[in-house]
Structures are given as structure tokens and as C-alpha cells.
């Protein structure tokens, strides 16, 4: 049986962690490369690819969140039978709904990539990729239950290595073939290649996890079904606002300008995935602990989860966020080897105002772990409809800065709506989260180790050293990085963690340590 503890959400936080750093790490190393074999048309189209084929698996973002949430309840209460009823209801019904999706990405592929304005020397080959790109969204809204299912499990740390084994397979795959000239197609061979071999081996891994979780869509039930559709489907409905402009807006910089503009929008958000990921790891294991805890009755240790996970998000984002504001343009010329300015200006913004969307992370998760998606559905349309009035008023003029201006707008105003609405639905007041959150002592500590490192790079500055352009931003990136994290990380140490937050943390390392060596674990 499944039960919360520090430990539990400690290791799937490592996991998360190391899973992140592979993930962003190998997206660093391999998107130079895609650049090269494809150029920024190339890299447009492919982002293109995904944003198109998001609007077929949204189906699975609602599904996803229930079978997390089912399997932990059910799990915690023995309900088995009930479980197997809802899994196979959602292969069942999702299924059905990725398989007329492939369909139409067939018959249809080719006038919509045209729409798009995909170069049309590219388009057969586009249209090739994304069949292969719409074969993981079968597999992945099928096969791929075993993922959250995992992390129902409060085993999240298998449902990351399982995420970093794709990676892995994806990029021995992928840069041979790109290598060979393969370009957008080999692309999607090693894509489909990582992440279908790893479906499999999540269904084997949650059979070994937990022997009585039967996955299958033959036992599907009625019951299993509307459970399904009464959670999923309220899920859908902000599932269909959030990926629709996400993906939306790439699509529109296509339409508008062109793929290329496409492709520098990406490679900012890639960058600024930077502060989305620490945080991807953080709450990933608590939407199972939160379940968990309030089917247990368990609500003082729900609302201590609340409050120390909210403080580690805005510690995280705020260090992340404000580091790549400061040195975006080296960044972005260390990593892709271009000098992009319109990349760098556009990073600089979204990583300001990813901030602010990060700190609605932890309410979203403990508000879905309740089957609760009213506040979030509000704050999408909230976002929405901001960042689309912003984009109008400045489009006309400025067809690319009208995205990320709207994208800002949206990311600040809609979090700021969002968390008063969350505070005053789970009756905590503004002080009592401020103080909970430590946002004081993090602004203090964040702002003090920025403003130094802004003002050493703008009055000193760092000597050429005779090296190539790109050479010098990754020795700027690496400096300024361990001046900002050596006085970052003592002050958030000191002044921003608590005593009994400092000796978890150094207790949990300690184990970890000693297992890893052999020693056992010390009392």
C-alpha cells in the first residue's frame, strides 16, 4: 500500500531532478546539431510537427491527471476492481480518439502543412515526420498509461528514468541520423524510437510495482467510465485552453512570418523550460501525496505539503528566472552557436514572466488531486483573454513582440488572479501564504545575487581572451553563474530554508549516501 512520506516525495524529487538535467541536457547538445543539418526553417517546421500534434493528444492531459489521481485513491483503499474499470475506460475512450486523429493527419497532413506555410520543398518530408510524431500519440495515450499510473504509484521516480531512457534512445538514434542527412525524418524515427520502446517496459515495471494493477481496455466498465469522464473530462476542457494557445501562438508566428520565426520563439522557450523544470520535478510527486493524504484524513500534513512546496517552487524559479534574464543573449550564442538578438530579447521577458506562472503550479496540483478544475479553467480564461487582447493591439506593428508581449501579460496578470482565488477557496490569507512561501527572504536573497552580477557584467564586463564569439559567451555564462549561485545558494541555505527544513534535507542526503556506499542507513 502507497503512503506518504518525506522520503518517498524526497527520492521522486531526485529522480525528477536528474531526469530534467538529462532531458534539457540533451536538447542543449542535440539542438546545435539539429540546427545545423536542418537551419532554422528546418527546426521551425519541427517545432511546427509538435504543435500539431498536441492538439490530438490533449485528450491524454485530463486522462493522464486521473489515472494519477485514481490509482493513488484506489491503491490507498484496495480498490482494485474499481481501478482496472476506470484504466481500461480511458485507453478505451482515448484510444478511439488518437486513432481518428492519425487518420486525418493522413489524408489531411499535406494542405495543413501548406496552411502553415511550410517551405514546400519540405512538405513531404514534414508530412512523413508527422505520421511518425502521431504514432507516439497513439502509443503514448494508449500504452503510455503505465506512466502515471507510476507515478500514481508514488513511484514517479521510475516514471522519470523511464522518461530519461527514451531520451537516451531517442539520441543515439537521432544524431547518426542527422548526421547522415536524414534531416526532419530521421528526427522522427529516433523520437518514435525512444518513446515507444519505454511504453512497454512502463507496463512491465508497474506489474512488478504492484501485481493487482490490471491494465487493459477489455476491462473497461460503465462505472469506470463516467469516473473517467467526470474527472478527465472537466480536465479536457482546460486541457483544449492551455495547449490550444501554447501551441496556438507557434503556429501563428508561422502563419504570420514564417517557420524561421517559429524556430526563435522555440529556442527562447526551450531556455526558459529552464525554470519550468526544477519545478516539473517538485510537484511531480505531489498530486499522489496530496490524494493520498486527503483519502487518509490527513489534513494538517496536506496543507505542511502545500506550504513547503509552494517555498521550493518560488525558490527555484525565481533563482533560475532571474539568472537567464540577465545573461539570455550568451546563452543563447553559447548554446546554439548563432547570435540571435530577437531569440534573446524574447528570452529575457517570457524567463521574467515564467516566474510568475510557475507559482501556480502547486495550487494546480493540489486542486487536481481534490478533482477540482473550476479555479484553473478561470485562471486559463483569465490568461487567455489577456495575453489575445495584448496580442491584438500590438500586432499590427510588431507581429513577433505582440507574442511575447501577450505571452507576458497573460503569465503575470492571469498568476496574480490565480493565486488570490486559490488563497480565498482554501481560506489562507495573502500573509499567511507570503510568510509560508518565504517570498520576502527569496526576493531579498535572488535580488541581492542579481543586482551584483547585472552590475559587475554591465560596468566590467569580461576580456575577450582571444577565443572564438561562442567560445567567450560559454566562459560569460559559466562565470556569471558561479558568482550568482556561490552567493545565491549560502544566503537561501542561511536565511531562506528552516532549521527543521535543513536537517530533513541533510538527514535524506545522508541516507542516500550511505546506501550508495554500501553502509546501509544510519539512525
Known amino acids: 500500500m502507497a503512503r506518504v512520506s518525506f522520503e518517498k516525495i524526497g527520492r521522486s524529487f531526485a529522480a525528477g531532478a536528474l531526469a530534467e538535467v538529462w532531458r534539457i541536457g540533451s536538447r542543449f547538445i542535440i539542438t546545435p546539431i539539429i540546427l545545423g543539418a536542418v537551419g ?30 485514481y490509482t493513488a485513491e484506489c491503491v490507498r483503499r484496495g480498490e482494485y476492481e474499481r481501478l482496472q474499470g476506470i484504466i481500461g475506460a480511458g485507453i478505451a475512450g482515448i484510444g478511439s480518439v488518437a486513432v481518428v486523429g492519425i487518420i486525418a493527419a493522413w489524408f489531411f497532413g499535406e494542405p495543413l502543412l501548406r496552411a502553415v506555410n511550410v517551405p514546400e520543398a519540405m512538405v513531404a518530408d514534414a508530412h512523413l515526420a508527422m505520421m511518425g510524431v502521431m504514432a507516439v500519440v497513439v502509443g ?46 530521421g528526427m ?25 494493477v490490471r491494465i487493459s481496455p477489455l476491462l473497461a466498465t460503465r462505472a469506470g467510465m463516467r469516473e473517467m469522464l467526470a474527472l478527465g473530462g472537466r480536465m479536457q476542457g482546460l486541457a483544449v485552453v492551455n495547449v490550444g494557445v501554447a501551441e496556438g501562438v507557434k503556429v501563428l508566428l508561422s502563419v504570420m512570418i514564417d517557420p524561421r520565426a517559429t524556430a526563435l520563439y522555440e529556442l ?12 516539473i520535478a517538485i510537484i511531480g510527486p505531489l498530486l499522489a501525496a496530496f490524494a493520498d493524504l486527503r483519502a487518509g484524513g490527513e489534513r494538517a500534513r496536506e496543507l505542511d505539503l502545500l506550504r513547503r512546496g509552494w517555498k521550493a517552487v518560488m525558490i527555484v524559479s525565481c533563482s533560475v528566472g532571474a539568472f537567464l534574464a540577465i545573461v539570455a543573449a550568451p546563452a543563447l550564442l553559447a548554446w546554439t552557436g548563432q547570435d540571435v538578438p530577437k531569440a534573446a530579447w524574447a528570452l529575457q521577458w517570457m524567463a521574467l514572466a515564467a516566474v510568475f506562472n510557475n507559482q ?13 478544475v473550476r479555479i484553473e479553467f478561470l ?61 520576502a527572504r527569496v526576493l531579498t536573497a535572488v535580488g541581492a545575487s542579481g543586482a551584483v552580477v547585472f552590475v559587475a557584467r554591465s560596468a566590467v564586463g569580461l576580456p575577450s581572451f582571444g577565443v572564438t564569439p561562442r567560445v567567450h559567451a560559454v566562459i ?22 528552516d532549521p527543521d527544513e535543513r536537517a530533513r534535507l541533510v538527514a535524506m542526503v545522508g541516507r542516500r549516501v550511505a546506501r550508495l556506499r554500501g553502509g546501509g542507513t544510519p539512525k
Not at 522522427?188 to 493487482?212: H, I, M, N, T
Open 40 to 69: 532554422l526553417s528546418g527546426y521551425g517546421v519541427w517545432t511546427l510537427l509538435f504543435s500539431l500534434a498536441e492538439y490530438v493528444s490533449i485528450g491524454n492531459v485530463g486522462i493522464g491527471v486521473a489515472y494519477n489521481k
Open 140 to 185: 503514448r495515450l494508449t500504452l503510455g498509461c503505465s506512466y502515471e499510473i507510476l507515478a500514481g504509484l508514488q513511484r514517479i521516480d521510475l516514471y522519470h528514468k523511464l522518461s530519461m531512457l527514451a531520451s537516451v534512445v531517442e539520441f543515439a538514434i537521432t544524431v547518426p541520423l542527422l548526421l547522415l542527412d536524414f534531416g526532419i525524418i
Open 188 to 212: 522522427a524515427v529516433g523520437y518514435a524510437a525512444g518513446q515507444l520502446s519505454c511504453f512497454s517496459l512502463g507496463l512491465r515495471w508497474v506489474k512488478r510495482e504492484d501485481p493487482q
Open 268 to 279: 527562447a522557450d526551450k531556455l526558459v523550460q529552464l525554470t519550468r523544470a526544477p519545478v
Open 360 to 372: 501556480t503550479g502547486v495550487p494546480s496540483i493540489h486542486l487536481r488531486a481534490q478533482g477540482n
Open 379 to 439: 485562471f486559463s480564461m483569465v490568461s487567455t483573454a489577456v495575453g489575445v487582447a495584448v496580442i491584438l493591439s500590438v500586432v499590427a506593428y510588431a507581429p513577433f513582440e505582440s507574442v511575447v508581449y501577450g505571452r507576458v501579460a497573460a503569465y503575470s496578470v492571469g498568476a496574480i488572479w490565480y493565486i488570490r482565488a486559490f488563497l480565498r477557496h482554501c481560506g489562507m490569507d495573502v500573509g499567511e501564504w507570503w510568510r509560508g512561501a518565504a517570498a
Open 476 to 497: 560569460e555564462v559559466v562565470t556569471w553563474a558561479a558568482l550568482y549561485f556561490g552567493m545565491l545558494v549560502p544566503a537561501v541555505w542561511r536565511f531562506v530554508l
